[in-house]
């Protein structure tokens, strides 16, 4: 074999190894450079791979990275397991067996003290009638009310008491009572009802009983026999003869025509509505009649007014600063009889006004004109 013939071999195989060796080399090059989405977090994408005329876009979120070990950090496990933030707590309520001290500010009501406490009204006025003497318009700033842990009654035990008996006269039963823990009546001896003995003089409380509210209202004065009235102070009446004789329709009976205070809630003992009113505004009578009972009256009413209307109805206007009218006298409807005020058991200027049906009071509202 020639010189120039060996040369030739030579150059054509290093040419073809270089060739290759080329094409190895441009092929890298191709797959790390376009192939970034076959071999994910390899290529760091920078602004320097973002074409100058295409800005890169801010609407397509990232694609999350696989998990793998590679990219596991304790950092990022931290971030994966937050709890959320809960602003409020909710702490489970808890029963009360203890009587609490509660002190009576400007502007309390029996209702609203009784809201403050998840309790009835009934229940603030039976835990303090030595207080209250069933009446909620005895209630006043200062005074230190019991309040019971749960809804009923208190009561202290005298000689002669037996469990069935108190328990009866509340609508209760014996276990009721013995089994409330804040009795202390059966503490770790589980002895019988009939074992078990209450000293004089001790109060328990009496989950879920009920009894009759102690009423001081005015009773039935008929104009044959006003005297019935005689016990409940000097404005009573003698014998009241003829007289006017009611409509059957009824006023407002002062120039107010809104509650200020308690409204009709047989449920605190208040059969009235204390409409509002200005020391010395007009009372007027609600409808035409006799007059039964007219001046002081020692229940609570301050200055009382009651009016027989001659068929069944009568009507009561207490608390008033004057009286205008006397024992006997006829009266028509809308006539001046008195005026507003706070005498007796009020803490403010406002006419207590009652009205009742054959000896059975009834709600004002349903028989007065709208407002």
């Known amino acids: 074999m020639s010189f120039l013939q060996k040369l030739w071999n030579q150059l054509r195989w290093s ?11 441009i092929g890298v090059v191709f797959v790390f ?5 076959a071999f994910p977090g390899l290529i760091e994408t920078t602004p320097t791979n973002l074409s100058a005329t295409q800005p890169p876009a801010t609407d397509v979120p990232p694609t999350p990275l696989p998990i793998s070990p590679a990219n596991l950090s304790l950092s990022s496990l931290l971030d994966g397991i937050r709890r959320d933030t809960v602003p409020h707590t909710s702490i489970p309520s808890r029963p009360r067996f203890t009587i609490i ?8 009501t029996i209702t609203g003290i009784a809201s403050k406490f998840n309790l009835k009204p009934s229940t603030i006025l039976f835990a303090n009638y030595n207080v209250l003497g069933d009446d909620p318009e005895n209630l006043r700033p200062g005074q230190v009310l019991k309040i019971l842990p749960v809804d009923g009654t208190y009561y202290q035990w005298h000689d002669n008491d ?5 328990a009866k006269f509340y609508g209760v039963t014996p276990d009721d009572i013995v089994d409330f823990l804040g009795n202390h009546l059966n503490d770790n001896l589980d002895k019988a009802i009939s074992q078990i003995t209450v000293q004089p003089g001790t109060w328990l409380i009496v989950p879920g009983g009920y009894r009759q509210f102690i009423s001081a209202s005015a009773p039935t004065i008929t104009r044959n026999n006003p005297a019935v009235a005689s016990q409940m102070g000097p404005g009573f009446c003698g014998k009241v003869m003829g007289g006017a004789i009611g409509t059957g329709s009824f006023v407002w009976p002062t120039t107010e025509h809104w509650v200020s205070g308690y409204d009709y809630e047989p449920a605190i003992n208040h059969y009235a509505i204390d409409i509002a009113g200005n020391l010395g505004n007009p009372v007027y009578a609600s409808d035409s009649g006799v ?8 229940t609570g009413y301050g200055n009382l007014t009651i009016i027989d209307h001659g068929d069944g109805w009568q009507t009561l206007y207490a608390h008033q600063s004057a009286i205008d009218v006397s024992c006997g006298e006829s009266v028509a409807r809308g006539v001046q009889i008195g005026n507003v005020g706070a005498t007796g058991n009020a803490t403010g200027p406002h006419l207590h006004f009652e009205m009742s049906y054959e000896g059975s009071r009834v709600n004002p509202h349903l028989y007065l004109p709208p407002p």
């Open 291 to 298: 007059v039964v009972y007219a001046g002081w009256n020692n």
């Open 15 to 25: 040419t073809i190894i270089t060739f290759f060796i080329c094409a190895i080399l």
């Open 33 to 37: 450079t376009h192939s970034s989405k």
């Open 162 to 166: 037996s469990l069935a008996g108190v």
């Open 101 to 108: 001290q509660y002190t009576v500010v400007s502007g309390d």
